[in-house]
């Protein structure tokens, strides 16, 4: 798959993806550093809710310890923008959460489709292509065999 279908496959899975009542970026980033709950609520409320393509790779950047924090539906809402930085950018923020097979990260991705799931599978394998990052490879097959294609672990 290039680099500009996987990008379309990625915004056709994830279109119409709002974040509802899921912990948002600058939500999550508050929590990384310990603000108080009204503190958490005042950054929520600058953060983006409706559309996720209006999410810049600087923010994703500046926020990533936000990936740490999100709830299934934050996950959902913000995966196709830091998939996205990825394939352009080469931020890699996200990886280590899309192969960590431990319970928790694995319950951060429940909310997802099987049309977002082989989007996440495809992201998957075109970074296994990439040579620059080879150090990530042994990981990503486990993840993808042990969890990302594994038919227990899709929705119905």
Same mark, same amino acid.
């Given at each position: 798959?290039?680099?500009?279908?996987?990008?379309?496959?990625?915004?056709?899975?994830?279109?119409?993806?709002?974040?509802?009542?899921?912990?948002?970026?600058?939500?999550?980033?508050?929590?990384?550093?310990?603000?108080?709950?009204?503190?958490?609520?005042?950054?929520?409320?600058?953060?983006?809710?409706?559309?996720?393509?209006?999410?810049?790779?600087?923010? @994703?950047? *500046? +926020?990533?310890?936000?990936? /740490?924090?999100?709830?299934? !539906?934050?996950?959902? %809402?913000?995966?196709?923008?830091?998939?996205?930085?990825?394939?352009?950018?080469?931020?890699?923020?996200?990886?280590?959460?899309?192969?960590?097979?431990?319970?928790?990260? @694995?319950? *951060? +991705?429940?909310?997802?489709? /099987?049309?977002?799931?082989? !989007?996440?599978?495809? %992201?998957?394998?075109?970074?296994?292509?990439?040579?620059?990052?080879?150090?990530?490879?042994?990981?990503?097959?486990?993840?993808?065999?042990?969890?990302?294609?594994?038919?227990?672990?899709?929705?119905?």
């Amino acid at each position: 798959m290039s680099k500009d279908e996987l990008k379309e496959a990625i915004r056709q899975a994830f279109d119409g993806v709002e974040l509802g009542e899921g912990i948002g970026l600058r939500e999550g980033n508050a929590m990384d550093d310990y603000k108080s709950d009204a503190d958490q609520v005042i950054e929520r409320q600058s953060d983006e809710k409706h559309d996720w393509s209006r999410i810049t790779a600087e923010d @994703l950047e *500046r +926020y990533r310890w936000s990936l /740490s924090y999100f709830d299934p !539906a934050g996950m959902r %809402f913000h995966l196709p923008a830091f998939m996205l930085a990825r394939i352009d950018h080469g931020d890699d923020s996200l990886l280590n959460s899309l192969i960590a097979l431990d319970e928790y990260s @694995l319950s *951060r +991705y429940t909310a997802l489709s /099987s049309a977002q799931r082989r !989007a996440v599978v495809a %992201f998957l394998y075109w970074v296994l292509e990439d040579p620059a990052d080879k150090w990530h490879h042994a990981a990503i097959e486990r993840a993808l065999l042990e969890y990302w294609e594994s038919d227990a672990n899709s929705p119905p």
